[in-house]
């Protein structure tokens, strides 16, 4: 790629798109406009209409007039009577006004046959019922059985009943107090423990609930028209034929476009976190969206905001690669709009799920698209500290995806099949009768399965959590079974679908015998430097706590195994799953589109990623480096499955048989310490012999 004739078409076509009334109204008009009036005119109109139900008359029925009158309405007498001497005994003017009104005044009673049919059929607000002895008793009996009936999905009902209920209460418990009193008897003692709630709200939380979900979308209309301009649009207006056929490389016009769409759904999210910010702080919501229900104000958290538009980079990149390949199968501007709208739907889901009060960012949310830009915006907005390997794994989640999203979206673009057939579908772009036989995946196919398998597998592996004594055992055993449909059955059936060669794909031809001998040397002593490298991170960075207990937890669950089986579940079975994936399937994908270091770097980052530890993520990615520098020396997984089996069932073996460790003079410390020279020393000269006899493969067995 060049990037001078990248840079050239990138900001020709945002030029262009800029000038686009439709591009300017999405991405101006939209935020700037529509915020203030959505918020200022929202929460003005929400306060109005609740102070004026507040306010209004309620009509109650009554199935007899003896309710009303003989019991219910002396009862508002009372209550009125019991409000004037709270406000007469009030000493500070905020005092008094906290008071509510007599409800006497606001109640209309109405006579009806049914209580309940009156109610839902809106001829009443609400009803109340009273059992036939009160006719006698009347409103001084020593206990009356009040029903009031509600209908609770009508906010006018709801509000009724309340205010009624309130007022009975105030003249029970004034009732109560003046019966105690006369009996000498102090009426706290009836309540010994006094109860007050006091609702707090962390700073931004009100704004916290609706904005996330706003700014996600938003950021996604604002690649719709963009994206369609530059695919179907071109195609419609005629232009995309003599633009493809110019001198210019496919991937220089790709990445142009690509990178103009996604700067229009960057600038729309930056309009309108901005527009927010103005609204709340030059419309006076600050306090009031930062207000609990003690009316103490914690200040806007406007540092977040700045943190809010970076996390938003990574999905703003997703979301217009994906744009542009949906829209690139388009002939027209009409007919890309429809192929938007299953993409909306798809976006609404995950984001709608994640917006419910009660979903937290925990579990497969860290991982679940758009779900886990909802739920890491909503955090910070609300000011709630959220732990850095949390904020990590969704950052770099969601720019796994994105990385995908382009490479699908350059592949899709790049098809002739695709810009210049006169009609195309889906169904025929993934027709066998027109797929032709191929050594190694694309990219864009690897890496979409890859972007499927990355939430779902940690779905999976949350799922096996068990309760128990066992449980990390049990999860082992799982583990082991499941680890070969998903990471062995199903990449081989793609392949076999889309006619790949089988042994160039997954690495299954030979090898030199040089490349065993060293792949066994280092499979003996890459265990050494793994674990310096996990003493200077843990100098750098000490261990989460929660971490140290998984660790400790495994290291038990191991030692109750047997040898044989921990070899299995630990070494064997994810040495040749992992590597007929991540240095088979993945790395020959990525070898079609980079260089030999940039995909061995690429296929390492997937491989630490997909162990979901970022802590252990360098370690991790360090060890799926060596084992992609393994597989393309010799030109085969099988010496990476060896390194890999090995280094993982020396783990298994210091774990099941703590007297070898001994022998060895390692530390028993829980801690992690530097191993000592007797044991560092000669494990490097064993590694670097293994590296020597690897490299010293001739070209013509490494491509």
């Not at 909306?344 to 009060?357: D, N, T, W």
Request: charged fraction near 15%; proline fraction near 6%.
């Amino acid at each position: 790629m060049n990037v001078r004739r990248a840079g050239t078409i990138y900001v020709k076509e945002l030029v262009d798109i800029l000038r686009d009334h439709r591009t300017l109204t999405a991405m101006i008009v939209a935020p700037i406009i529509l915020y203030p009036l959505l918020m200022l005119g929202g929460i003005q109109a929400a306060s109005t209409q609740s102070k004026g139900i507040e306010d209004e008359k309620i009509t109650v029925g009554f199935e007899h007039e003896w309710q009303w009158e003989r019991v219910i309405k002396p009862m508002l007498v009372e209550e009125r009577r019991i409000i004037e001497r709270m406000r007469s005994r009030a000493v500070a003017k905020e005092v008094a006004d906290e008071i509510p009104e007599p409800l006497g005044e606001h109640v209309v009673p109405k006579w009806i046959g049914n209580i309940e049919d009156g109610v839902l059929q809106h001829l009443v607000h609400c009803g109340v019922s009273l059992p036939d002895s009160a006719e006698d008793e009347g409103a001084n009996a020593i206990f009356t059985a009040v029903t009031i009936v509600v209908q609770s999905d009508e906010v006018r009902s709801q509000i009724a009943g309340k205010r009624l209920a309130q007022a009975l209460e105030r003249v029970g418990l004034d009732r109560r107090d003046k019966s105690l009193r006369r009996l000498r008897v102090d009426p706290r003692l009836i309540d010994p423990i006094g109860i007050e709630y006091k609702r707090l709200a962390t700073p931004g939380s009100v704004l916290g609930l609706i904005l996330p979900f706003i700014l996600v979308l938003m950021t996604v209309t604002g690649a719709i028209y963009p994206a369609i301009d530059l695919t179907a649009g071109e195609r419609e207006r005629g232009t995309l034929e003599s633009l493809m056929v110019c001198p210019v490389p496919t991937i220089d016009l790709i990445v142009g476009k690509f990178m103009a769409v996604t700067t229009i759904a960057l600038i729309a999210a930056a309009l309108n976190i901005a527009s927010v910010t103005a609204t709340v702080m030059f419309g006076g919501l600050q306090d009031v969206l930062a207000r609990d229900a003690s009316g103490e104000s914690h200040g806007f958290p406007y540092w977040a905001l700045p943190v809010v538009l970076f996390t938003l980079v990574p999905f703003a990149v997703l979301m217009s690669a994906i744009m542009i390949a949906v829209c690139a199968f388009a002939r027209t501007f009409k007919e890309a709009q429809n192929y938007i709208m299953p993409v909306i739907m798809l976006v609404l889901v995950p984001g709608g799920i994640a917006a419910l009060p009660g979903t937290k960012l925990e579990g497969v949310m860290i991982v679940m698209p758009v779900a886990n830009m909802v739920l890491l915006t909503r955090e910070l907005l609300s000011g709630v500290s959220i732990a850095g390997a949390t904020f990590a794994t969704v950052l770099v989640s969601t720019s796994f995806y994105a990385a995908v999203a382009v490479a699908i979206a350059a592949q899709v673009f790049g098809k002739e099949s695709v810009l210049f057939a006169d009609s195309v579908s889906f169904r025929t772009l993934i027709s066998r009768r027109l797929i032709r036989p191929r050594r190694f995946p694309s990219l864009s196919g690897a890496g979409l399965y890859a972007a499927v398998l990355f939430p779902f597998w940690f779905y999976v592996q949350s799922a096996m959590q068990s309760a128990g004594e066992d449980s990390t055992v049990s999860v082992l055993r799982w583990t082991a079974i499941w680890m070969p449909v998903f990471f062995v059955f199903v990449p081989l059936a793609i392949a076999l679908y889309w006619k790949l060669d089988v042994g160039d794909t997954f690495r299954l031809g030979p090898f030199r015998a040089r490349a065993i001998v060293g792949a066994v040397l280092l499979g003996l002593t890459a265990w050494v430097p793994a674990h310096e490298l996990v003493v200077l991170q843990d100098w750098l960075v000490p261990t989460p706590a929660g971490l140290a207990d998984s660790n400790k937890a495994l290291a038990a669950a191991l030692a109750s195994m047997s040898p044989v089986l921990a070899f299995c579940v630990i070494a064997l079975v994810p040495a040749l799953c992992e590597e007929f994936f991540f240095r088979g399937f993945l790395l020959s994908g990525l070898r079609t589109s980079f260089g030999k270091w940039a995909a061995i770097l690429c296929g390492a980052a997937a491989f630490g990623a997909f162990h979901y530890f970022i802590f252990r993520f360098p370690v991790t990615a360090s060890l799926g480096v060596l084992l992609g520098w393994v597989c393309w020396q010799s030109r085969s997984i099988w010496p990476a499955v060896v390194v890999h089996a090995l280094h993982n069932g020396t783990a298994v073996l210091l774990a099941v048989r703590p007297s070898i460790a001994s022998w060895m003079g390692l530390p028993e410390s829980e801690t992690a310490t530097h191993l000592p020279m007797h044991v560092v020393l000669p494990a490097i000269a064993v590694l670097g012999l293994g590296i020597l006899l690897l490299r010293s493969i001739p070209d013509s067995a490494t491509e």
